[in-house]
């Protein structure tokens, strides 16, 4: 692919350019619409991600907290990202952005984004090698983080209006002191909160508008990507509901892409355009949104679906998954997930089920209910939405 | 506000309280001072010599306990502390000669080492596990060595054999006191060595205190934020280290505080002509007078430091302004 010679090794041009010409071809491509393969999407893409691995600490003592993960992300897209706690995908993004503190290291793989410059060239930025230099002059401006905690986020001993103030400072020079105060009070004015909030500080604020405050943040510079690190979890109900709504219309109003990781299943199946699903450190499924839901096809994420109630939508039974996630320094043998797993075989524990592509239905599977099978396997048994335990699977196939 | 008011009333009841206790402790303490005084002198001295002194130090007068106390009050309120008996002289006078060579050595040495500790301390902090971490057993070594030691090791070494530093006393025996340069830059000259030995003795504390909390606050949400947002390594530090320095303030204040009365040593070593080296002598001599006013000044300076870190902590730290519901 004629792609792969932007990519760039060497630590000294990490930054190399694609022509303004393919940005006009990429501007013409995304008013067509969008086909996957084509060598198009693959520009129109801000994130690239190829067999990213994640280790804790070195030596003997390593865990792999995330295992050779690859996915793409385009641009003004949502990816969701779902698994519990320990399943590697906080740790994932943190990698991506550089973010991830010691012992965690990058051990394979690589990121590329795609960073849209002002002149309306394209830039790919190899994450896993640029230095800092570089990378402090995507943070922020091509790519924001909004965390779990906007308690802790946001620094307790100053004021709302001086983390705006510090953003744009760094980032936007030219603009003057009265710039700035015109631009938080619109940035605050987009999340719904009024522009007194400014002058507080985070404690005198309340959870739901702290987290306001910090989408207001993240969108400051409008960023390509903004990456969402449980974003809704430390909320309650209801603001989580209006939190996701202002996603929901400031997305169709900027149109930045945005990674959104979580926990609960039926919140992404409503915002994200597609979805992993994690376990021990792995993508085990990737689907659209809408498929995953509607045909889960990995027995982990029926049972993540079955273990929160939707946000809309007809009522059902919650009988989440038993077991816990495992300790990665001690993976179960085969597949990670089969000793929770009610479909369990024999197979599962001796050998581990690749990631499949399945191109027909434009989804990816790792799971050996799902291989060697001429025709796609009936994820029938899976949609049902209930786990029947130890169903002999070999005996449904064979009545087919 | 109200959270003001209320804190400066309780400042005045606690300096009440520690006036009143001034006024009493001599007075429930076995000995007398003119018993003492009487001692010292020799020969014959006659009911009429003793009731003499008693009035030449104010203590003439029969009075009730209650009525002394305020006579006590009226003349604190006049800053009169009265005659210090060993010396001759109002003990507000002697005070205005010595407090200020002790706060200058121990203001000075305390700021200095709080400053160079902290800048130490939030590198250390930020860089830890590098080799600079070597610094700090370093440092805790000279805190550990009794200052005395360490301060005459010093004196010996730098002062009388390198000849490095002046030795002895706070100015030249060639100055006359006075504003000019010439008495101000030898006060300093020797000013040097008591303050790099105290430095030297203290820094430790300020420097793992900072650099804990450092490392403590580098694992913060919002130190990770300052990083994505792109800042520059140095605001970013700036974030962790704004947040990390909240209890090397607090424990400043009570440095300050003690700038008065923890300079005994110091002032023995390098013949300091300051308040430590006063009070040693005021309580060898059963000086009351002059105990009592050294002792007042003392309460009300570590007093002064507490609400000087009040505010401090106050204007640093914003959730420290929310009011409690009574």
Redesign the interface.
């Known amino acids: 692919m004629s792609y792969e010679g932007v990519r760039v090794d060497d630590a000294s041009a990490q930054v190399s350019d694609v022509t303004a010409n393919v940005t006009a071809n990429v501007a013409v491509n995304a008013t067509a619409g969008v086909e996957p393969a084509s060598e198009f999407s693959k520009r129109l893409a801000v994130l690239d991600v190829t067999d990213f691995s994640v280790d804790y600490g070195v030596g003997d003592a390593t865990v792999r907290a995330v295992n050779e993960v690859s996915f793409s992300l385009e641009r003004s897209r949502v990816l969701g990202v779902a698994g519990e706690s320990g399943s590697g995908k906080s740790t994932l993004v943190y990698a991506l952005?550089r973010?991830l503190?010691a012992p965690g290291v990058i051990s394979g793989g690589e990121a590329v984004l795609h960073v849209s410059r002002e002149d309306g060239r394209v830039e790919a930025l190899n994450m896993t090698t640029a230095s800092e230099a570089a990378?402090?002059?995507?943070?922020?401006?091509h790519v924001?983080?909004v965390?779990q905690?906007a308690l802790?986020?946001?620094?307790?001993?100053?004021?709302v209006r001086h983390e705006f103030d510090?953003?744009l400072k760094?980032?936007r020079r030219e603009m003057s002191r009265a710039q700035r105060r015109a631009r938080s009070a619109q940035l605050m004015a987009l999340v719904g909160l009024n522009e007194d909030r400014l002058a507080r500080?985070p404690?005198?604020l309340s959870g739901g508008q702290r987290q306001r405050v910090m989408i207001a943040l993240a969108l400051a510079l409008e960023p390509e990507l903004v990456i969402m690190d449980e974003p809704t979890t430390a909320l309650d109900v209801v603001t989580q509901r209006e939190i996701i709504n202002e996603l929901n219309s400031l997305r169709s109003q900027f149109g930045f892409a945005m990674i959104f990781i979580t926990h609960d299943l039926s919140l992404l199946v409503e915002l994200a355009d597609e979805i992993v699903v994690m376990y021990a450190g792995r993508i085990v499924e990737r689907a659209t949104a809408a498929d995953l839901y509607a045909t889960p096809m990995h027995p982990y994420t029926l049972g993540l679906l079955n273990s929160f109630p939707p946000l809309s939508g007809e009522r059902r039974e919650l009988t989440g998954i038993p077991g816990s996630p495992p300790d990665l320094s001690d993976l179960p043998s085969g597949c990670t997930f089969h000793p929770r797993c009610p479909y369990a075989m024999a197979r599962c524990e001796r050998e581990t089920p690749e990631l499949v592509v399945d191109e027909r239905r434009g989804r990816s599977v790792a799971c050996w209910l799902h291989v060697d099978h001429d025709s796609p396997p009936t994820p029938v048994e899976l949609s049902g939405r209930r786990l029947r335990a130890t169903v002999p699977v070999g005996a449904r196939e064979e009545a087919q | 506000m109200r959270l003001v008011t209320r804190r400066l009333g309780l400042y005045a009841v606690t300096a009440w309280v520690a006036v009143t206790v001034n006024f009493l402790l001599p007075r429930l303490m076995p000995g007398n001072p003119i018993q003492t005084l009487i001692g010292k002198l020799t020969g014959q001295v006659t009911p009429g010599e003793i009731r003499a002194i008693r009035l030449s130090f104010g203590l003439g007068f029969h009075q009730g306990l209650i009525a002394q106390y305020f006579t006590y009050l009226t003349q604190l309120l006049h800053g009169n502390l009265g005659v210090s008996i060993t010396l001759g002289a109002t003990v507000s006078s002697i005070l205005r000669q010595s407090v200020p060579w002790t706060v200058g050595l121990i203001g000075v040495s305390t700021i200095v080492s709080f400053a160079v500790g902290t800048f130490a301390g939030t590198w250390l902090g930020w860089t830890r596990g590098s080799r600079l971490d070597s610094l700090i057993p370093t440092a805790t070594f000279f805190q550990a060595v009794p200052y005395f030691f360490l301060a005459t090791v010093m004196l010996l070494i730098f002062g009388s054999d390198l000849h490095w530093f002046p030795v002895l006393g706070a100015y030249s025996q060639n100055v006359t006191p006075g504003w000019n340069w010439t008495f101000v830059s030898n006060v300093i000259r020797y000013g040097e060595l008591p303050v790099i030995s105290i430095v030297l003795s203290s820094v430790a504390g300020w420097m793992l205190g900072m650099r804990n909390m450092m490392i403590t606050m580098v694992g913060e949400d919002f130190v990770l934020m300052a990083v994505a947002k792109g800042l520059p390594r140095r605001r970013v530090i700036m974030h962790a280290a704004r947040n990390a320095i909240l209890p090397s303030i607090a424990n400043l204040s009570l440095a300050i505080g003690l700038v008065v009365s923890g300079a005994l040593l110091v002032e023995l070593v390098f013949n300091y002509p300051g308040v430590g080296d006063l009070l040693l002598q005021a309580v060898l001599n059963e000086d009351y007078p002059l105990i009592q006013g050294i002792f007042l000044v003392i309460t009300l300076t570590v007093l002064a430091a507490n609400l000087i870190a009040d505010v401090a902590y106050f204007a640093l730290d914003p959730r420290t302004r929310t009011e409690v519901a009574t």
Do not use: K
């Not at chain 1, 990378?135 to 401006?141: A, G, K, M, N, Q």
């Not at chain 1, 802790?152 to 004021?159: G, K, Y």
């Open positions: 952005t973010l503190r990378l402090r002059s995507v943070r922020w401006s924001s983080i965390l905690s802790n986020a946001l620094n307790p001993v100053l004021r510090e953003v760094t980032h500080y404690h005198e």
